[in-house]
């Protein structure tokens, strides 16, 4: 399959470490995957659903201890423990190595090796870089078939001597208490052994092209971000693109997605997803900031998507989908929590247990379908609202940056920094409060700067500080806003519709970054003036309105003081900018 000297022998140490049966190359074409699906159905790796209801697609269920990311057992393995910064769990490489190397010994005896070569990126595109994983999972050659471009056309690219990630995964036993996931960004190689979940061995995805990848474009001059990337076309045929960074639980793959509400569909707006997960972005030869998405599918949560949340999804998993511990029906389709329809009479959990509603466990809690993570993993070229310029090679030109939270009382329903530099401060300060739904105290402060606390590759620190360079090395940054969708009333009732309505804040977003209008100064950046923010066809009051864009100086100057305890942990990483920005604020919120 190749004559690539490095890879031929990276792939033979790795087959002497694990002593798979047989060794298979994965050469992306529709034939091979039709082999691996039988075969995956024939073990009970997977099962065929209904083809008539859903086409091409497949159940599979993960072992119990193994369904979602182990952020504990992931590690950074630098030279230093400072390279990897406090948010990071950290191992030296020689320790990584000599640990791992123990559970992966034998773990393919009696399997299969699969050689996936894949891009993420379009292939040939000056954002895309080349990985290499060698799993012994069907499961994740399937879902990679999927989320990035695999096969013969990738190790054309690749050559006798081009440079790839070294991606290196095996089940092993599943053992949670034997499971590691393991970066080397000096080697520019992952290891993941003792899991089966997407999140710990698709290492396309969060692995090479977020934690790897931050370090790789840190290294390069670019950014690789846990970001969506959204397309908004005017009737006049203008298309401008934002980037948007969220936590968990605050809406991005239905922002992705968005369908615009009726009351602006007289403007005749159409959205255009390009990305729900993850951005590369570069300066072009323009000075401004430019970005792909590096995947080709989603790998989404399926409880809470519907109709009414998501349609687009909905449809974009109707055929050629792969579904992960959700509840298959007795006629093989599925049903999760929250989803569309009512919960079937009966049916097979996620466990494999019988399962009927109202079932409770032995403490009088409700057993669940699906699980709370149950997994979606489909096309993005199934996606209604797709980009015709997803296998663009310069990718799309980025108009703003919006970071978000879920906030209950503080942070108001958008607001606009006052520069490059504000706007990494207000990225790297983004918090989220828990709901019920997530391990915790409920309103409890959860800092995750850029979305990325959980994906940095590199001490967060340095990261912010290259963040600031970004900026200074543009001709045309994009502008950085704020967003808060979940404001509330003394009630705890939602002020703002969400969804679809979310249009009418992302119109406020470009006009500004047109310069159209006007932005009131406040403490904390530049607000909307009420009238600015289109309200046709929604139920909700000028007074509502103010409300959401109402700015709590007290509450604010005690944020300030979570932030600079945030902050104390980085140290001599931590840029002066933001001390700077951080006593700005403050400064503002103590001045009338």
Known sequence: MTDHVELKKWIDDCATLCQPDKIVWIDGSDAQRDVLRAEACETGEMIQLNPQKLPGCYYHRTAVNDVARTEH????????????????????????????????????????????????????????????????????VLNMLIMVRCGEEVLRKLGTDGEFTR????????????????????????????????????????????????HLARREGWLAEHMLILGIEEPNGRIEYVAAAFPSACGKTNLAMLVPPEGLTRKGYRIWTVGDDIAWMRIDTDGGLWAVNPEAGFFGVAPGTNSKTNPNVMATVRRNTIFTNV?????????????DGEPPPQGTDWRGNPWTPG???KDGKPVLGAHPNARFTAPLEQCPSRTFRMDHHHGVPISAIIFGGRRARLAPLVYQAYSWQHGVFVGATMASERTAAQYGKIGEVRRDPMAMLPFCGYNMGDYFRYWCQMGQRMNNPPKIFHV????????????????????????????????????????????????????????????????????????WLAEVEDIAKFFAQFGDHLPHALSDELASLQRRLTTA
Not at 116 to 135: M, N
Not at 513 to 522: D, F, H, P, Q
Request: proline share 5%; net charge negative.
């Open 167 to 214: 991606c290196l995964h095996s089940r092993a036993d599943l053992d949670d208490k034997r499971r590691l996931i393991l970066h080397f960004p000096e080697d520019n190689t992952v290891w993941s052994v003792g899991s089966g979940y997407g999140g710990n061995v698709l290492l396309s995805k969060k692995c090479m092209a977020l934690r790897l990848g931050s």
């Open 359 to 361: 079932m409770l466990d």
């Open 73 to 140: 057992l992931t590690y950074i393995c630098t030279p230093t423990k400072a390279d990897a910064g406090p948010t990071n769990n950290w191992m030296s490489p020689e320790e990584g190595y000599a640990k791992a190397s123990e559970i992966f010994k034998g773990s393919m005896r009696g399997r299969t090796m699969y050689v996936i070569p894949f891009s993420l990126g379009p292939v040939g595109s000056v954002f895309s870089k080349i990985g290499v994983e060698l799993t012994d999972s069907i499961y994740v």
């Open 327 to 339: 509840l298959l029906r007795p006629g093989k389709t599925v049903w999760w929590e929250h989803g």
């Open 484 to 555: 808060n969708w979940f404001r509330t009333d003394d009630d705890g009732e939602f002020l703002w519709p969400g969804y679809g309505d979310n249009l009418r804040v992302l119109e406020w977003i470009l006009a500004r970054c047109r310069n159209e209008l006007e932005g009131v100064a406040s403490p904390i950046g530049y607000l909307p003036r009420p009238e600015d923010v289109d309200l046709t066809g929604l139920d909700l009051s000028l007074d509502v309105l103010r409300e959401l864009l109402r700015v709590d100086r007290q509450a």
